[in-house]
């Protein structure tokens, strides 16, 4: 049967891999083509690419970067952050990334989910959503522009909407808990997971293994994605996945 | 010398790099009259079925892989590239496939027979078990996990075409093959250690046959 997939994710900016804590106070983290194989030799799954490069010349470094990566990478990795046309999604592809996460830009116009499915097959097309608890809402409710903009959606409506459109994937990132450390939102992950047929990965508020663990065992989650813990060493793939094997969730 | 076929629907990018990490020669062409002078063919491809064969039949390269196939040479079709070997496929009711392979595409219903419903496309890693451990292709290749990403499943009444298969909820045709019309469904080029070793094999399959048509 298949297997639950831990997922490093490396925000890139201007070329190098940084990541923030609640979206702010970035720090740099290292060279992301280098990140990716030493992720690979630890037995990630897959690999997710932020980009959150402000500038057009940073989405040139970005493309520069796919390319290099994909050349040395023996496991599927996707790409996300700023990408918000047809165009593109095929610059990505074609630089050799195996998906395109869609964010903001699906939320202004989300045929282009639907292009983009229809294109390059939904295997290609993630959606990242950003949802945050919403008192008024009693759910969660969808924000764009990395956590800065609500929106009026709800989050099973929207994630119903982006599987009706085509997305193959949904990436699912609890603004509650991200940069928290403690541990993925596993009522918004269940929420999601009930609400669509198509593959959910959770993030935010990875610390440390265990919550690893919590989000296979209480949910049915996936994946699991996480940053900073990787980056900084609080833990590695390898302790994540022994610690899973051990707890007798399946994993490559 | 393998060709890569390039008829706008493949991850092209990741197999070419697979293929210069193991310094396996190559080149990529959607010319039959260029392809023709390859020893081996690989068959990428992700997304529909239908646009799939409809590219093919336009750029004059379904005849030509067609001839290929008759011909006993070494051809790999990789994940869609893999199913359009077969008969056909139910997406948009019925598309005719390549044929050269017994078997049927369909959508994986998404429900189990008892009532419980599984996520649709099969994506991630899973197992392979092999059917045939003896095969060229898995020479040195351990039953370890493989990256699928797939909706549409082979069904196959004919067991000798399995090499070997993996499990979601059905039988899903993992590896298959007959004679040197060869496929997987998985992303060898993106599965790690076991996935280049398969590429590797057909890499020596295709350098070893190529004797014989010169």
């Known amino acids: 049967m298949i297997t639950k997939r831990i997922i490093p994710c ?24 280098e990140l990716s194989s030493f992720y690979d030799e630890q037995g990630a799954d897959e690999l997710v690419f932020l980009d959150i490069s402000a500038s057009h010349e940073g989405r040139k470094t970005m493309v520069d970067v796919v390319r290099e990566t994909a050349g040395t990478l023996a ?47 939904s295997q290609c097309i993630v959606t990242a959503i950003d949802a945050k608890f ?49 541990g993925f939102d596993l009522s918004l992950t269940e929420t999601v ?60 | 010398m393998i060709g890569v076929i390039d008829y706008g629907m493949g991850n092209l990018h990741s197999v070419s790099k697979a293929l210069e990490r193991l310094n396996v020669p190559y080149f990529l062409s959607e010319d039959p009259d260029r392809l023709a002078e390859a020893d081996g063919l690989i068959l990428p491809g992700v997304g529909s ?61 998404g429900v189990t027979e008892d009532g419980t419903a599984y996520k649709v496309p099969h994506m991630g890693w899973n197992k392979l078990s092999f059917k045939q ?26 067991e000798d075409v399995l090499i070997a298969d993996s499990d979601y909820y059905e039988t899903v045709p993992a590896v298959v093959g007959r004679g040197r019309v060869l496929g997987t469904q998985f992303h060898p080029e993106k599965s790690s250690t076991i996935g280049m070793k398969i590429l590797e094999n057909f890499g020596t399959i295709v350098a070893e046959g190529r004797n014989t048509y010169e």
Not at chain 1, 16 to 30: P, S, T
Not at chain 1, 88 to 116: F, H, W
Not at chain 1, 226 to 244: C, D, G, M
């Open chain 1, 134 to 182: 919403d008192e008024e809402l009693d759910s969660w409710r969808i924000y764009t522009h990395g956590g800065r903009t609500p929106t009026e959606w709800e989050v099973t409506e929207w994630a119903r909407e982006v599987v009706r459109r085509g997305s193959g994937e949904i990436l699912l990132t609890s603004m509650d808990q991200d940069g928290a450390k403690d």
């Open chain 2, 133 to 158: 451990p003896q095969h060229d292709l898995l020479k040195g290749v351990v039953e370890g996990h493989v990256y699928f990403v797939h909706s549409y499943v082979i069904q196959t009444e004919d």
């Open chain 1, 10 to 33: 490396l925000d890139v900016k201007e070329g190098r891999v940084v990541k923030g804590v609640q979206f702010v106070g970035l720090r740099d983290a290292g060279d992301p083509v």
């Open chain 2, 49 to 109: 079925f239908h646009d799939a064969m409809n590219l093919l039949q336009e750029k004059g390269q379904e005849d030509f892989i067609k001839k290929w196939a008759a011909d006993g040479r070494p051809l790999l079709g990789i994940c869609l590239g893999m199913q359009l070997l077969f008969d056909g496929s139910e997406e948009n009711k019925h598309t005719e496939g390549l044929g050269f392979l017994p078997g049927y595409a369909k959508h994986f219903p």
């Open chain 1, 75 to 121: 496991i599927p990795f996707t790409v996300g952050g700023g990408i918000n046309t047809l165009d593109d999604m095929r610059t990505i592809l074609r630089a050799g990334a195996d998906k395109v996460s869609l964010n903001t830009a699906a939320v202004k116009r989300p045929e282009l989910i639907s292009e983009g499915a229809d294109y390059f097959g």
């Open chain 1, 193 to 252: 997971n009930n609400a669509v047929s198509v593959p959910v990965i959770a993030s935010g508020g990875a610390g440390v293994k265990e919550h690893f663990s919590r989000v296979f065992s209480e949910t049915n989650a996936d994946a699991a994605l996480a940053a900073s813990i990787f980056h900084y060493k609080e833990t590695s793939v390898e302790e994540v996945k022994k610690h899973l094997r051990e707890e007798g969730v399946r994993v490559r």
